[in-house]
């Protein structure tokens, strides 16, 4: 009797399991279905396969590049670019993205922007100039710098950038000798220390300045670019020469082969945007200081690859971002890789071949 009772008793409970799991899996496909915000399963229909902005190459790719993170701050350094006693410069060859804008008298400055990079040696590092401020603005970036021009002191606080201006133990000499103001260096390592120190942001809701292609793509309807030098006074130029086995630029200073002082091997890049802006002396400044039109609007070129497309920049204000659009108005996207940006005088003189 009391066996008989235990059959019947589970064969009810497994009936009632059974109208149980059945009503959970409908409600489940019934959702599904009814939801217009639900995920769909992956296709190639619904997934962008031409761009991303946090890339995760797949395995058999030999991307040797660290692609900027969507939401990790960077660092912005001046980097000294004057005369001979500068070089070789560190730390370049590990910037995802690197400015090259005049300066007074004719010469240049870099501003090398780093993502989440461990870079030991970052030099000469050298004062702000405030037109340089723009473009960190736009990736949100903390700004380094061993004094200012009287601009760059006053928009410095007013724009509430987060700089570090020559602050002890961040910075160190590579040479004994006191007179030479061209030997300043630091590391990844110290500014993130002071970084955190001051409590500076981490991170960042900024838009990314730019996107990468997840893959290395040519660049349609391009004319070809295979030797590109840029005058940007009569003493300073920049030269590109591509080759086209590792399909990279050599990059060239003032004729010379340009060399990172952490391999002694010489600077090569991926992309170049060259950015056509007017500059113009700051009215009763002594030393000739420049000033730069970089909000508005302008003419320029994309390179890689061997090729070269004209494009159009725009920036709406100091503190966006610009955008360089090619012939059909669409944002350009790089290939992955280094992005040498060189803002460049209208005046100046530029050839490509």
């Known amino acids: 009797m009391y066996h008989n009772f235990s059959i019947k008793k589970a064969v009810l409970l497994l009936g009632i399991l059974a109208l149980v799991m059945f009503s959970v899996s409908c409600g489940r496909s019934d959702n599904t279905e009814n939801n217009p915000d639900a995920s769909p399963e992956p296709t190639e229909e ?6 991303v902005e946090q890339p995760s190459p797949e395995p058999e ?4 590049f660290v692609f900027p993170e969507k939401g990790v701050r960077p660092y912005a350094v001046m980097i000294d670019n004057q005369g001979e006693k500068c070089l070789p410069q560190g730390g370049l060859s590990q910037a995802q993205v690197i400015y090259e804008v005049i300066v007074e008298g004719g010469i240049t400055r870099f501003m090398p922007v780093f993502w989440g990079q461990k870079t030991e040696l970052i030099g000469p590092v050298r004062s702000a100039r405030h037109y340089f401020l723009d473009y960190a603005l736009e990736h949100d970036a903390i700004y380094v710098h061993i004094g200012w021009s009287p601009m760059a002191m006053a928009d410095i606080p007013k724009l509430g950038v987060n ?3 020559g602050a002890y133990g961040v910075f160190w000499d590579i040479t004994n000798d006191k007179s030479n103001w061209q030997d300043t260096y630091t590391s990844m390592e ?3 220390e002071y970084a955190k ?5 981490t991170t960042t809701d900024k838009e990314m300045v730019f996107k990468y292609h997840n893959r290395d793509q ?5 004319k070809k670019a295979e030797k590109i030098n840029l005058s940007y006074s009569g003493e300073y ?3 590109y020469e591509y080759d086209a086995d590792k399909k990279l630029y050599l990059r060239f200073r003032n004729g010379k082969p340009h060399i990172e002082r952490q391999t002694g091997e010489q600077l090569t890049t991926k992309n170049i945007i060259i950015q056509k802006v007017r500059n113009y002396d700051i009215k009763g400044d002594q030393y000739g200081r420049q000033n730069l039109d970089t909000v508005g609007s302008g003419e320029g070129y994309y390179i890689t690859n061997g090729k070269c497309i004209e494009i159009k920049w725009s920036k709406a204000s100091r503190t ?3 955008k360089y659009l090619d012939g059909d108005g669409k944002e350009i996207v790089l290939n992955p890789g280094q992005t040498w940006v060189q803002i460049f005088p209208v005046s100046g003189k530029i050839e490509i071949e």
Do not use: A
Not at 61 to 64: K, L, S
Not at 197 to 201: D, G, S, T
């Open 190 to 192: 110290k500014l993130e």
């Open 61 to 64: 790719q030999e991307v040797n």
């Open 197 to 201: 120190k001051v409590n500076y942001r």
């Open 163 to 165: 700089n570090i201006n």
């Open 320 to 322: 966006e971002k610009t």
């Open 237 to 239: 130029k920049s030269y």
């Open 218 to 222: 040519e660049l349609e309807g391009g």
């Open 46 to 51: 619904n997934v962008n396969f031409d761009y």
